[in-house]
Protein backbone atom coordinates (compact mmCIF):
# COMPACT_ATOMS: atom_id res chain seq x y z
CA UNK A 1 0.00 0.00 0.00
CA UNK A 2 1.01 3.27 -0.74
CA UNK A 3 0.27 6.52 0.30
CA UNK A 4 1.21 10.08 0.21
CA UNK A 5 -0.36 13.08 1.93
CA UNK A 6 0.34 16.96 1.24
CA UNK A 7 -0.67 19.64 3.62
CA UNK A 8 0.33 22.93 3.09
CA UNK A 9 -0.04 25.58 6.74
CA UNK A 10 1.71 28.11 5.55
CA UNK A 11 0.51 31.54 3.79
CA UNK A 12 3.56 32.74 2.45
CA UNK A 13 3.13 31.52 -1.04
CA UNK A 14 0.78 29.67 -3.04
CA UNK A 15 1.71 26.23 -3.83
CA UNK A 16 0.01 23.69 -6.63
CA UNK A 17 -0.17 20.56 -4.10
CA UNK A 18 -1.44 18.44 -7.32
CA UNK A 19 1.84 19.46 -9.28
CA UNK A 20 3.66 19.10 -6.18
CA UNK A 21 1.96 15.22 -5.36
CA UNK A 22 2.52 14.58 -8.81
CA UNK A 23 6.47 14.91 -8.78
CA UNK A 24 6.76 13.39 -5.59
CA UNK A 25 4.89 10.31 -6.71
CA UNK A 26 7.35 10.04 -10.15
CA UNK A 27 10.19 10.72 -7.71
CA UNK A 28 8.83 7.51 -5.19
CA UNK A 29 7.48 5.28 -8.25
CA UNK A 30 9.69 5.98 -11.25
CA UNK A 31 12.72 7.65 -10.37
CA UNK A 32 13.42 5.53 -6.55
CA UNK A 33 11.45 2.45 -7.35
CA UNK A 34 9.31 2.03 -4.41
CA UNK A 35 6.27 0.31 -4.10
CA UNK A 36 5.08 0.83 -0.70
CA UNK A 37 5.73 4.01 1.07
CA UNK A 38 3.57 5.90 3.30
CA UNK A 39 4.67 9.95 3.34
CA UNK A 40 3.24 13.37 4.78
CA UNK A 41 4.86 16.02 3.40
CA UNK A 42 3.97 19.25 5.57
CA UNK A 43 4.40 22.47 4.13
CA UNK A 44 5.16 24.89 7.64
CA UNK A 45 5.32 28.72 8.22
CA UNK A 46 8.44 29.98 9.35
CA UNK A 47 7.45 30.17 13.06
CA UNK A 48 6.05 26.30 12.73
CA UNK A 49 9.48 25.23 11.49
CA UNK A 50 11.39 26.61 14.58
CA UNK A 51 8.77 25.74 16.85
CA UNK A 52 9.53 21.80 15.46
CA UNK A 53 13.11 22.41 15.15
CA UNK A 54 13.31 23.15 19.10
CA UNK A 55 11.32 20.56 20.32
CA UNK A 56 12.27 17.57 18.20
CA UNK A 57 16.20 18.70 17.51
CA UNK A 58 17.02 20.85 20.29
CA UNK A 59 18.00 23.13 17.39
CA UNK A 60 17.01 27.36 17.79
CA UNK A 61 15.45 28.47 14.51
CA UNK A 62 14.10 28.13 11.35
CA UNK A 63 15.50 25.33 9.10
CA UNK A 64 14.68 24.39 5.14
CA UNK A 65 13.63 20.77 6.05
CA UNK A 66 13.31 18.49 8.60
CA UNK A 67 12.58 14.55 8.17
CA UNK A 68 11.12 12.51 10.51
CA UNK A 69 11.46 8.54 10.13
CA UNK A 70 8.60 6.71 11.67
CA UNK A 71 10.27 3.08 10.90
CA UNK A 72 10.46 0.99 14.22
CA UNK A 73 13.08 -0.55 12.19
CA UNK A 74 14.93 -0.52 9.18
CA UNK A 75 12.90 -2.02 6.37
CA UNK A 76 12.20 -1.65 2.52
CA UNK A 77 8.90 0.08 2.83
CA UNK A 78 9.41 4.51 3.11
CA UNK A 79 7.27 5.76 6.41
CA UNK A 80 7.82 8.82 7.27
CA UNK A 81 7.24 12.79 7.23
CA UNK A 82 8.92 15.98 5.82
CA UNK A 83 8.24 19.04 7.41
CA UNK A 84 9.25 21.92 4.44
CA UNK A 85 9.56 25.50 5.10
CA UNK A 86 8.54 27.27 2.16
CA UNK A 87 9.99 30.92 3.19
CA UNK A 88 13.37 29.24 3.79
CA UNK A 89 13.52 27.92 0.01
CA UNK A 90 12.74 31.46 -1.00
CA UNK A 91 15.80 32.65 1.21
CA UNK A 92 17.88 29.54 0.02
CA UNK A 93 16.81 30.46 -4.08
CA UNK A 94 18.62 34.34 -3.30
CA UNK A 95 21.70 32.48 -2.13
CA UNK A 96 21.98 29.99 -4.52
CA UNK A 97 20.73 31.91 -7.89
CA UNK A 98 17.93 29.29 -8.00
CA UNK A 99 14.21 29.52 -7.83
CA UNK A 100 12.09 28.91 -4.78
CA UNK A 101 10.01 26.34 -6.49
CA UNK A 102 13.33 24.06 -7.45
CA UNK A 103 14.52 24.66 -3.37
CA UNK A 104 11.06 23.16 -2.69
CA UNK A 105 11.38 20.07 -5.38
CA UNK A 106 15.01 20.03 -3.66
CA UNK A 107 13.96 20.06 -0.33
CA UNK A 108 11.42 17.35 -1.19
CA UNK A 109 14.33 15.20 -2.95
CA UNK A 110 16.55 15.65 0.31
CA UNK A 111 13.94 14.71 2.67
CA UNK A 112 13.06 11.53 0.72
CA UNK A 113 16.72 10.60 0.60
CA UNK A 114 17.38 10.97 4.01
CA UNK A 115 14.23 8.72 4.83
CA UNK A 116 16.26 6.19 2.21
CA UNK A 117 19.02 5.95 4.54
CA UNK A 118 21.23 8.51 3.32
CA UNK A 119 23.02 11.26 5.88
CA UNK A 120 25.24 14.63 5.48
CA UNK A 121 27.12 14.68 8.48
CA UNK A 122 30.53 13.91 7.63
CA UNK A 123 32.03 15.00 4.12
CA UNK A 124 31.86 11.69 2.26
CA UNK A 125 28.49 10.97 2.95
CA UNK A 126 27.41 14.28 2.14
CA UNK A 127 29.28 14.92 -1.19
CA UNK A 128 27.59 11.67 -2.04
CA UNK A 129 24.04 12.69 -1.16
CA UNK A 130 24.43 15.89 -3.04
CA UNK A 131 25.22 13.94 -5.99
CA UNK A 132 21.86 11.98 -5.66
CA UNK A 133 20.48 14.99 -4.99
CA UNK A 134 21.30 16.85 -7.53
CA UNK A 135 20.56 14.02 -10.49
CA UNK A 136 17.38 12.85 -8.88
CA UNK A 137 16.24 16.66 -9.22
CA UNK A 138 17.43 16.89 -12.68
CA UNK A 139 15.30 13.93 -13.33
CA UNK A 140 12.47 15.70 -11.82
CA UNK A 141 12.69 19.26 -13.77
CA UNK A 142 13.06 17.75 -17.10
CA UNK A 143 9.65 15.65 -16.29
CA UNK A 144 7.92 18.69 -14.45
CA UNK A 145 7.68 22.65 -14.90
CA UNK A 146 8.96 23.30 -11.34
CA UNK A 147 8.42 26.73 -12.04
CA UNK A 148 4.71 26.38 -11.75
CA UNK A 149 4.72 25.09 -8.14
CA UNK A 150 4.31 28.33 -7.27
CA UNK A 151 0.90 29.28 -8.86
CA UNK A 152 -1.70 27.47 -6.82
CA UNK A 153 -4.97 26.08 -7.92
CA UNK A 154 -8.41 27.13 -6.96
CA UNK A 155 -8.03 30.73 -6.19
CA UNK A 156 -10.79 32.85 -6.94
CA UNK A 157 -10.92 34.88 -10.35
CA UNK A 158 -10.89 38.57 -10.35
CA UNK A 159 -14.75 39.90 -11.77
CA UNK A 160 -15.11 42.64 -13.99
CA UNK A 161 -17.69 45.65 -13.20
CA UNK A 162 -21.35 44.83 -13.96
CA UNK A 163 -22.04 46.05 -17.06
CA UNK A 164 -18.54 45.86 -18.69
CA UNK A 165 -18.06 43.89 -21.33
Not at 1 to 6: A, I, P
Request: proline share 4%; glycine share 8%.
Amino acid sequence: MSELVLRNRQRERSIHLPLLRDLTQALLEDELGLTEYELGILLVSPKTMARVNREFLGHEGVTDVITFDHREAPRATLFGELYICVAAAEEQAGRFGTTWQEELARYVVHGILHLLGYDDLSPEPRRKMKREEARRLKALTQKFPVRRLGQGIGKPRARGKKGAS
